[in-house]
Every structure is written in C-alpha cells, then in structure tokens.
C-alpha cells in the first residue's frame, strides 16, 4: 500500500501562510487524484482539497480562495498552500491518493498527518 508523509505545519498566527508537502512511497501517485483531508478536535475527517491526474482541483467552500492543491508528478509530492488562515483552520493536516471518481475511497495508507495550529 502506497504510504504517505506529511509534513509543513506548525504553529501560524491568523493570515499566515504556510505551505503542506505530502510525499508518497510510490510511483502510483501519477496516475490517480491526491486529496488533502484535516479533522479538527471532535469532528470527522473532511476533505479540503483534490487535484487529479491532470491538475483540475477541487476545493471545499470553506477554503476557496484561501487553499491551493499542486502537485509534482516527479517527485511523487502533493502540495497545499494556505493563505489566510483562520483560526477555524486548526487541525491535523493529511493527504492521500482517491480512486478515480471518488473523495473518501482512498488508496493509501493514513499518515501521521501534520499538525496546523492557527493561533495568535
């Protein structure tokens, strides 16, 4: 199973922007939709973001216009830049390849994900 490593975030003040790598083991990667996901304390995972093979993305309401998702097919990395961020935004930060035509149908195992803190 494709594993996954993210890494980029940290404690940011209200309006930071931090930008959010996830690596994956494998080559698998090129051919199929990254998403990036965050869970909040006490909520369920939500999906932020997708980009599929061909770069079209997909964001949800909340992050539009704040939030882009690139991705290096390369270098098997998925990206997500924040801009202004909220304090709304704090969460655990994950990624992971999605069958085709699907948001939560994922292929990879689950990382660690990356800790965002938006906090004065």
């Known amino acids: 199973q494709v594993q996954l490593v993210e890494s980029g975030g940290g404690l940011v003040q209200p309006g930071g922007s931090p930008r959010l790598s996830c690596a994956a083991s494998?080559?698998?990667?090129?051919?199929?939709?990254m998403a990036w996901y965050r869970q909040a304390p006490g909520k369920q995972r939500e999906l932020v973001a997708r980009?599929?093979?061909?770069?079209?993305?997909k964001y949800v309401d909340s992050v539009k216009g704040r939030f882009t998702i690139s991705r290096d097919n390369a270098k098997n990395t998925v990206y997500l830049q924040l801009d202004n961020l909220k304090p709304e935004d704090t969460a655990v930060y994950y990624c992971?390849?999605?069958?085709?035509?699907?948001?939560?149908?994922?292929?990879?195992?689950w990382g660690q994900g990356t800790q965002v803190t938006v906090s004065s």
């Open positions: 494998e080559s698998i990667f090129s051919g199929y939709p």
């Open positions: 992971n390849v999605v069958r085709l035509g699907s948001d939560y149908d994922v292929l990879g195992s």
């Open positions: 980009i599929n093979s061909g770069g079209r993305t």
